[in-house]
């Protein structure tokens, strides 16, 4: 089971440092966690769990303004990254860029952590599985180190969350898809998570589904305290 807390535009140096050793004190050597603070708040200590981007620019460096390159996450052994987040895609980021971005990151042999899903009216219309398979066509389902995120959007940070057979049928029908072009072994390697208000009140009846691997967990893992009763469920 994996869990990874994306800790979205919070936390200073110092909150962070006080974060980190409280989720290290209370981890052991069978938790599979991944944080990803703002890039502020990135440290060279040693964690027992992993560091990851929340975003980068597809480049080892240059003349991007107000970008993270390759050379700079290196320096803090970062070797996760998110791609696709719907707050990114909201900000403007295309298909295009969010290829460029995967295409990169797999070439560096990151763990890409992509993110995938609907809004309400494609949600209430019934074209939940069509939209996804669409964003699912921009990048290469065969990547060894490729996580996929379903994040409903109409479930991030409004409270509302998917019903656990919701979550299950959506984790499915992505699992069917990559078994479709790649097969039942890359398919079933294939860790899928759920994001959109998990909290520690329904992780555990969302991660005991067959096809639900872990969670990307925003808001409920901006506070240690929060985020730890989730991993502690399993």
Known sequence: MRFLANLKCNHT????????????????????????????????????????????????SGAHTGEIGKAMLDEFGVKSVLIGHSERRELGESEELLRAKFDFAAKAGWQIVYCIGENLSVNEAGGTKEFLAGQLKNIDLGYERLLIAYEPVWAIGTGKTATAAQAQEIHAHIRQTIAAKYGATVADATSILYGGSCNAGNARELFANPDVDGGLIGGASLEVEKFLPIIEAF
């Not at 989720?23 to 966690?33: I, K, Q, R, T, Y």
């Open 13 to 60: 140096r110092a909150s962070f440092a006080r974060y980190a050793q409280i989720l290290d004190a209370n981890l052991s050597a069978n938790n599979d966690v991944t944080v990803f603070p703002p890039f502020s708040a990135l440290d060279l200590a040693a964690h027992k769990f992993k560091l990851g981007a929340q975003n980068f620019y597809p480049c080892e």
